[in-house]
Structure formats: structure tokens, C-alpha cells
């Protein structure tokens, strides 16, 4: 399935929204899932499960929080939308 950067966006972005339930509140690609959502692991395996469904793609959160460690050399324990945007538009390539 071919998707614009765009459509990619609001497909992670309405996942996040329908899982953690952000009726009008506003959230853009830095928001940080777990800082500023509150989200949990199990949160996690929603919104994957439910980006699954929007574009037929998987994402594997253990990977993208083990690959943020390794880029910021620290114990990364958040992710942000975009984070999430540019593991998917990677795996669609």
C-alpha cells in the first residue's frame, strides 16, 4: 500500500488518538507517548494493533525504544509520534 508522509501521519496519529482517547487534544510529532499521553505498555500493543488495521503495517515498540537507546546513548524510555512515523515510513521502503 502506497501512503503519502501525510497519510502515514494520520494513521499513527488516529491510532494514538482512538487508543488513548484524545478527544480534540491537541498532539503533534514531538508529543511524547508516554510523558505527555501517560501511555503504558499495554497502550502500546493497542496502538500497534490499531495502526495494523489503519495501513496494514506492524510496529514493534521493543525495537523503536531499543533503537532510541542506542541513538541517544541513554535509557530513552519515550518515544514521540514522529518517532513512530519515521520507524513505519522505513519499514515501508
Known amino acids: ?5 501525510q ?3 494520520e494513521a499513527v496519529e488516529g491510532a ?3 487508543v488513548m482517547n484524545l478527544n480534540g487534544q491537541l498532539i ?7 510523558g505527555e499521553l501517560g ?3 499495554i497502550d502500546f500493543l493497542d496502538i500497534s494493533c490499531e ?10 515498540f521493543r525495537q523503536l525504544f531499543r533503537g532510541r537507546r542506542a ?5 530513552a524510555n519515550d518515544l514521540t509520534l514522529e518517532d513512530v512515523v519515521v520507524h513505519l515510513k ?4
Do not use: H
Open 71 to 75: 541513538q541517544t546513548g541513554s535509557s
Open 16 to 18: 494514538i488518538r482512538t
Open 28 to 34: 503533534g510529532p514531538s508529543t511524547a507517548i508516554v
Open 7 to 9: 497519510e502515514l501521519y
Open 90 to 93: 522505513a519499514r515501508k521502503q
Open 39 to 41: 501511555a503504558e505498555s
Open 1 to 5: 500500500m502506497m501512503l503519502t508522509d
Open 51 to 60: 495502526i495494523e488495521k489503519r495501513i496494514d503495517l506492524q510496529v514493534d
